[in-house]
Structures are given as C-alpha cells and as structure tokens.
C-alpha cells in the first residue's frame, strides 16, 4: 500500500457531519421538548416558564429553517461548522433544563447526546470540546436553575445528595460514552478505510492481470503479419541489389520487423498473467507471487513438500486474491527477514497449505492476538530503524482479507526454536504465516488450465 493510496482513502473518506443528519435529529430533539412541555404543564400541571420554555424551542426551529434555507441538504458541515451547531444544541439544551428544575429534570441526562454525535461523527478535538462544555454547563445547571413549581404553589425539589449523584453520573457519562463512542467510530473507520484499500489493491491487481491478456493477446495476433512483413521486406531487399537506396529502406523495414516482434516477446514475459491461463502449479504461483521482492538483498528459498509423495504438485487456480494475498505476506517477510525468506507449499487428498517464514525477530508477542487487524503500526523494533515504513497492519489485513475470501484459513505465529537442524542451514526463527485451503477451493483440473481464446485467429 503506496502514500498515494492512503491519501486517496483519506480524502474518499468524509468525517464531517451531514446537515440533513443534524437538521433530522433537531427537528426529533424539537417535537420530544415540545411533548416534554405540554405534558409537564397541561397533564402534572407544574408552574413553567412557559414564554421563556417556549423561546429556547423556537431557538432550535428557527435554526433548522435558516439552515434548510441557506444550505442545500446534501451539504456536509466542516469540522468549525460541526463543533459551532452541536454547540448550539448543547446551549439551547442546557437553557431548557435551567428553566424546568436543573438536575431535578431527569431530562438532563439528554445533555450527553451532543457528546456521542462529536464523538461518532468527529475527531477527538471536537469531541473534547463539546465533552468539556457540557461538563461546564450541566455543573452550572447543577449550580443555578429554576425550581418546579407545581400546581398548589408548592415547590418540587429533590435532596441535594441526589442532585449531586445525577451530577457525577452525568460527568462520568460525558467522559465514558464519548471516549467508548469515539473508539468505536475510530475502529469502524479504520476497518472502512482498510477494506477500501483492500478493493483498491484487487482492482489494480485484476487490472494487471487484464492488461497481461492484452498483451499476450496482441503478442499472439501480430506475430503473423510480423513475419509477413519481415518476409516480404527479406525478398524485396535481395532483388533490389541493383538500386541500393531501395534495398535499404527494405533492409530497415525488416529491422523495424524484428524490432515489433522482440519488443512484444519482452511484454509477453508477462504472458503467465494471461487470461488464457486459469491455474498454473503450486509451485510456480509461488514464485510469482514473490517475483516483485526476488531482487531485493534478501534469498527467497522454495520448498515443496507433499504430504503424500504419491500425490503430483497442484494446480491452483490464479485468482488475483491469491497472487496479491500472498505477495504482501511475501513482501513483509523481506522487509524484516534478515536474510533468508522459506516459502513453503505442502499439499495432500484434503488440503493445499501455504507457509512463509523469515529469519528476522518474529512478530511481537503482545501483538500475536491483533495481526490482521488494520493500522496495526509496528511489528518491532526494527520499523523503527525504517522511517519511511509506514507500518505492517494494512498490508496483512489487505492479504489476510483477500486469501480468507478464496477459502483460506490463517494463522500467524513466532517459531519457537530453530526450525532448521544442521547448523550450516539458516535458522528459521522468525515470524510463521500458513494459510491452509480446502483442496476443493484451490485446486484447478490440469485440463482447465488454459481457458478459451476469445480473439479470432
């Protein structure tokens, strides 16, 4: 996963709240401070400030109409515009409790709501912002309100001690639901960040893959009218010996031949990624998997070993899910292998497993647990020698969701001891990854290797 790629998700990534969201949940707040309202004064018959009540609602409705007028309803507010209207609804909130009993108005506890919205919708600024105003205000509610008055004239009030237990219930609920609430929505933008680089790196290997057809393909089709001109220009040049201007321009057509038909033969080097081959064997999966990481200082060792030596090598099918899943675990057992890379394949009646294994410190043990969750960011001390590494756990996360979905099982592991045990042989010490298939999701028919050619020859 490049920089570029993790900008693009940022900016296809919106945090900021929707205006119709906002608009939708004021008018709800609205019609429950209405019904709130009328049923303490009409149906209990306490004594409310009624003008003042109802000026702090028409506060929120003529906010509503203003945005609605101004703003279209697809507009998504910026993070100044999310904190200034959560703002307003914390003040406009906190107004309604002064004027109907404070803490004693068990419709305080609605002073949270703001809170969860900034810490759902927002980042952790806004969320501290809102959360430290409304700790502020609902203390000052707690300070200053106006008393129930009920109908009698007498006054409604409950003990200090639980007002002040409503206090501290609500100060711990501020801090509580929003830090819980904004882990969550951090979580669940990771996973929707992480599963859209996911379709990214699918997309852009399937477009390789496609691209390699192409190329085969126009290999495969101009090969003919190459010889053709190639031939025809060979002729041309050895009866034009009597005009030798003539023969040159023969002799260069016929380079120019050569030239098209070896600059194809090189693109065609990417013919293994052509549509026309489905499944290739096991063996040479792997090797193209690790193909983009073979050149890069650290030896890369192929083992196969069958479970069963009367069983003949797979054929797997070539699916971009298993060419990028295997080539990120690939590519970060060379970036922390010391060495030495072992890619392993092993098959037997029932299963096809896969194992990579490097020579480096191993995954950390606290971090065992969590491998495959997205934005894990160090694997060990050794990221810290590479500052332009940007960090292990979106690349697993990509070829552990992308292998799983082929049918895989994965599992990641430290080797506990040396695998190896001639002392002469590299130490295979470090961090174990194995996928295992179902034979059945993995295995390909020899004969359908090679699918149909859909150009017209």
């Known amino acids: 996963m490049t920089r ?3 900008a693009t998700m940022r900016l296809l990534r919106v945090d900021w709240l929707p205006l119709r969201t906002l608009i939708l949940l004021r008018w709800l707040a609205v019609v429950g401070q209405l019904l709130a309202i009328f049923v303490a004064s009409q149906i209990y018959e306490f004594q409310l400030p009624l003008g003042l009540c109802l000026l702090a609602i028409s506060a929120a409705m003529s906010a509503n109409f203003i945005l609605s007028a101004v703003y279209p309803p697809t507009k998504r507010l910026s993070e100044a515009e999310s904190i200034a209207a959560l703002m307003f609804d914390l003040v406009q909130l906190a107004a309604l409790v002064f004027l109907t009993g404070g803490l004693t108005n068990p419709f305080a506890l609605l002073m949270l709501a703001p809170v969860i919205v900034s ?14 105003a409304a700790a502020m205000l609902t203390t000052l509610v707690f300070l200053f309100q106006m008393p129930l008055v009920q109908a009698d004239g007498q006054v409604f009030d409950t003990p200090v001690l639980f007002k002040f237990g409503f206090l501290v219930s609500i100060l711990i609920g501020i801090a509580f639901l929003g830090l819980y609430g904004r882990k969550v929505s951090t979580e669940l933008a990771n996973m929707s960040d992480a599963l859209l680089a996911t379709q990214m790196a699918l997309a852009r290997e399937q477009k390789l893959t496609d691209l390699g057809g192409v190329v085969a393909a126009a290999a495969h089709e101009l090969g003919t009218p190459l010889a053709t001109i190639k031939l025809i220009s060979a002729e041309m040049a050895s009866e034009l010996q009597d005009n030798p201007a003539l023969q040159e321009d023969a002799l260069t057509i016929r380079a120019q031949a050569d030239r098209c038909r070896d600059i194809l033969r090189e693109m065609g080097k990417s013919g293994k990624d052509d ?8 063996s040479e999966v792997l090797r193209e998997a690790a193909e983009p990481h073979g050149q890069r200082g650290k030896t890369l060792h192929f083992n196969l ?7 003949a090598e797979p054929f797997i099918f070539r699916r971009p899910e298993i060419i990028h899943g295997l080539r990120n675990l690939i590519q970060n057992a060379v970036d922390f292998a010391s060495a030495n890379v072992w890619i392993e394949g092993s098959w037997s009646e029932d299963v096809i497993s896969v194992v990579i294994i490097d020579d480096g410190a191993g995954f950390p043990p606290q971090l065992i647990g969590r491998i495959g969750d997205p934005f894990l960011r160090s694997r060990s001390t050794q990221a810290l020698d590479r500052p332009e590494y940007e960090g292990m756990g979106l690349g697993l ?24 045990n001639q002392a002469q042989v590299p130490q295979r010490r470090g961090a174990v990854v194995e996928a295992i298939w179902p034979r059945t999701a993995l295995a390909a028919d020899r004969s359908a290797a090679l699918g149909d050619n859909t150009v017209n020859s």
């Open 4 to 6: 570029q790629d993790t």
């Open 119 to 132: 810490a759902s919708a927002l980042n952790l600024r806004a969320t501290l912002v809102l959360g430290g």
């Open 275 to 282: 549509l026309l081959i489905r499944a290739a064997p096991l």
């Open 305 to 311: 070993n069958p479970k069963d030596n009367s069983l």
């Open 397 to 420: 996360f990509i070829a552990k969701t992308l292998l799983e979905r082929t049918g895989a099982a994965m599992s990641f592991a430290n080797a506990a001891e040396s695998l190896s």
